[in-house]
């Protein structure tokens, strides 16, 4: 239940981001940004979130006749349920950057004094908004997908770490389909992760199941692109930008991770691993020595 809170977070937290896009980088109406919602929530967006932010978008605040999510104030609380979820995965040393930055982005939305402080300060050269709506719109249904994906991605990770070290014999396939059923993170995309652990029970992450695998190449450019638009224009997008980030580290064949344990080495003598040596095998070079190299 945690974790599924902090999916659910991570879930608002990018759709949010999928409406300032459409908002600030087009502008859109709310009513449009609404009409967009729907018409995503008939294909692989399929879910209640995506179905009551359409609801949400449409309605009118009876005292101005404004749109009802032009006046409600702009600082999203929280129960605590997400910062459990990221508390837990330190724990477990299991990156959800995508629940983290939900969940600070709730917390920089109240904070108000340096958001206060802040207004105002130098943007820099700021980029044209883009020309062709129908595409960016398109860019921002896949980006939100990809990213969607890394957040279940990382959420089930953390839920089968977390059975691994305390003996749960959670079944991944098993929690989805009980999440399929009146949770607020219900929807179609369930039945894919279903699927994906059905037919490889250890499957390492969500990324590699072939659905998913398929729909983020499809998806990349246009996640690059959105990234991108949103840095020239200004928009934050922590959510799009640290999924994007966190799929490129595991492709990634080689991490500057090498360099920090170096480091490490250097003023702590924490030692390190070697490429050619067994994993189980630890080195220490002898800095303030004659740098000759040890086996620890």
């Given amino acids: 239940k945690m974790v599924h809170n902090g999916i659910e977070y991570s879930d608002m937290q990018l759709i949010g981001e999928a409406y300032q896009l459409l908002r600030d980088g087009l502008g859109l109406t709310a009513s449009q940004i609404a009409d967009v919602f ?43 349920t997400g910062r459990w979820t990221v508390k837990s995965a330190l724990d477990l040393g299991v990156p959800v950057t995508g629940i983290a930055e939900a969940v600070f982005a709730r917390a920089l939305s109240g904070s108000v004094a340096q958001r206060r402080a802040a207004a105002g300060l130098a943007s820099g050269q700021l980029g044209a908004r883009p020309t062709d709506a129908a595409t960016f719109t398109e860019d921002v249904r896949k980006a939100l997908y990809a990213s969607k994906i890394v957040a279940y991605a990382q959420g089930f990770n953390q839920i089968q ?9 959670v079944t991944p396939g098993d929690l989805a389909r009980i999440w399929r059923g009146g949770c607020i993170i219900r929807a179609k995309f369930l039945n894919r992760i ?36 949103a840095t020239q224009l200004g928009i934050p997008v922590p959510g799009f ?3 994007l980030s966190y799929y490129d580290g595991l492709r990634t064949e080689r991490l500057p991770a090498a360099l920090t344990q170096g480091l490490r080495d250097f003023f702590g003598a924490h030692t390190y691993g070697r490429i050619d040596a067994d994993h189980d095998k630890k080195f220490h070079t002898l800095w303030s020595g004659d740098r000759s190299e040890v086996e620890a």
Avoid: C, H, M
């Fill in 161 to 169: 770490a977390g059975s691994a070290e305390y003996d749960w014999g």
């Fill in 241 to 243: 930008s640290s999924a």
């Fill in 38 to 80: 729907t018409e995503w929530n008939t294909g692989d967006l399929d879910s209640f979130l995506v179905e009551i932010t359409a609801e949400v978008l449409r309605q009118v605040d009876a005292t101005t006749g404004k749109p009802l999510v032009d006046v409600i104030l702009d600082e999203a609380e929280q129960k605590g």
């Fill in 194 to 229: 279903t699927e994906a652990f059905d037919g490889t029970p250890d499957l390492a992450t969500l990324l590699a199941a072939p659905y998913f695998r398929d729909a983020v190449e499809s998806g990349i450019d246009s996640w690059r692109r959105v990234v991108v638009t």
